[in-house]
């Protein structure tokens, strides 16, 4: 094979631009990946030669395609469905699926990109894919979202399969939708496998599955002050979100000893002077999962607490911070007022909330900063083992998966660190060592297959 002239950093993001234009969130996430792999590659001639990257860039296929659906009213209503199948070099495609009016192809391809470096991360055989529509469930029946869920099933069931693809919850998709798109797939297909993860425990679901990735993303925290000599008790923790990855995030800073005293929602965020103990998280889950209400509810139940409307947390003075809502929550101005304010840490249980300056500002403080493909991991490789346990018709029990959900976090943590040192210092770049980690798996697999 003849050998190519190396294209430079700014020529392939011009090129990557070029080719997808309209969609800054994917544009965004390609940026902020192939700053470090160029770095990585200048003298790796192979990964050139084989044009690793720019094939990693275009994903193996993004299948687009119309939900239709009647509402209470008997209107029929049209949405918009798609699943991004990224990459499956080294196993089958895997991520989750998005219910919010703010999906669109941009934002599922950034996603799927995303998963394929975390996905690789984990350790686990997982290819990396997402999905979703702009189908926004707040304010639907229960009957409506079963409508809609069985309508998008209806084609998703064709892309999908246990050694194909598997796609798990994200916004919008808890174990109420898993449910229902696990039993149209189970209707149309009469099989019984695990084509989803997130299921429930009567069906094939796994324990510590729901909890896995806002605990995940402490233990990442935990792991990254472990390695300077600290621990999380006692530390002020700002959250944001108020969602399965927020809530559970706000549980293990409670089981750890650290004070976790914000939560936010797109109307605005709470503070709680006195922190958020068991019995408010419990009541904040029931409110937000079971009631599907607003989390300004909360300041008016819980002396102590106010509601600061359309705002984010960021400006509470913290040591810890975990992005837990949505992609670019932190903008650069919200970094600079973190490290102002003396923040430490920041883990994220959200994908790419950080937006590209904000993580400057990170990396130049010298703070730990866990970006999300490895500080978020924790779901998706809770995810793999549930789709072990379908594989073996075996159900592990909560210990086992407990211990083996730190043993993920704790290889994704120094997988990170073996690839991320900065020379002459004993700092770690997580961000270059997370996407260094991810990418050499998935890249070295694509070579074993030629030109495919
Ligand atoms: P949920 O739907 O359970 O909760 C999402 C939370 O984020 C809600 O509080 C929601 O507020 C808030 N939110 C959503 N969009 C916005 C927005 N545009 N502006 C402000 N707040 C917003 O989702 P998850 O907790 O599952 O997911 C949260 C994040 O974690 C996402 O980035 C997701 O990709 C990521 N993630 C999730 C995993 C999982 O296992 N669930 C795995 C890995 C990553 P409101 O109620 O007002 O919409």
Redesign the pocket.
């Known amino acids: 094979m003849a050998v190519t002239d190396h294209v430079g950093y700014a020529e392939f993001m011009e090129g990557v631009q070029k080719r997808n234009p309209g969609q800054p969130e994917f544009v965004q996430a390609v940026g902020e990946v192939a700053e470090d792999i160029f770095d990585f590659i200048a003298d790796k001639e192979i990964y050139h030669e084989y044009q690793i990257l720019r094939r990693l860039v275009e994903p193996d296929r993004v299948v687009s395609f119309r939900v239709c659906w009647e509402d209470d009213n008997n209107n029929i209503r049209v949405q918009r469905g798609w699943r991004v199948q990224n990459n499956n070099a080294i196993g089958p495609y895997k991520g989750?699926i998005?219910f919010?009016p703010?999906v669109n192809r941009s934002v599922l391809k950034f996603?799927a990109f995303e998963q394929t470096f975390k996905n690789s991360l984990t350790g686990l055989p997982l290819g990396g894919a997402k999905g979703g529509s702009n189908f926004n469930p707040?304010g639907k029946s229960e009957h409506e979202i079963m409508r809609f869920c069985q309508s998008f099933m209806t084609e998703l069931y064709r892309h999908v399969g246990e050694d194909t693809d598997i796609p798990?919850?994200?916004?919008?998709?808890?174990a109420r939708e898993i449910g229902y798109m696990f039993g149209q797939y189970k209707r149309i297909t009469n099989k019984f496998s695990g084509v989803l993860t997130?299921k429930g425990l009567e069906f094939g679901g796994s324990r510590v599955r729901t909890e896995?990735?806002g605990y995940g993303c402490v233990y990442f925290a935990q792991n990254m002050l472990e390695r300077r000599g600290q621990s999380m008790d006692g530390k002020m923790c700002v959250v944001?979100?108020?969602?399965?990855?927020?809530t559970h995030a706000v549980e293990k800073i409670i089981h750890l000893g650290g004070k976790a005293v914000t939560l936010?929602?797109?109307?605005g965020f709470i503070f709680d002077r006195y922190g958020i103990d068991q019995e408010k998280l419990e009541w904040v889950k029931e409110h937000?999962t079971h009631r599907r209400g607003?989390?300004s509810e909360y300041a008016k139940v819980f002396k102590g607490s106010e509601f600061h409307a359309g705002k984010r947390p960021w400006s509470v003075p913290c040591q810890i911070a975990f992005p837990?809502?949505?992609?670019n929550?932190i903008c650069g101005d919200d970094a600079r007022t973190l490290i102002g304010n003396g923040c430490e840490c920041v883990s994220e249980?959200?994908?790419m909330?950080t937006a590209l300056k904000g993580i400057r500002s990170f990396k130049d403080a010298g703070l730990l900063y866990g970006p999300?493909k490895a500080a978020?991991a924790g779901?998706?490789a809770l995810s793999g083992l549930e789709m072990s346990q379908n594989a073996a018709r075996l159900s592990w029990d909560e210990d086992q998966l407990q211990q083996k959900l730190r043993e993920l976090m704790q290889g994704i943590h120094d997988r990170c660190v073996e690839r991320g040192g900065i020379a002459g210092s004993d700092r770690i770049d997580y961000v270059r060592g997370s996407n260094i980690a991810g990418f050499v798996k998935v890249a070295d697999a694509m070579l074993a297959y030629g030109v495919v």
């Open positions: 989750g998005r919010h703010t996603l707040k798990a919850g994200d916004i919008g998709v808890g997130g896995a990735t944001s979100g108020s969602g399965n990855v927020a936010s929602d797109s109307e937000k607003r989390i837990c809502a949505t992609q929550e249980g959200a994908n909330p999300g978020n779901g998706v």
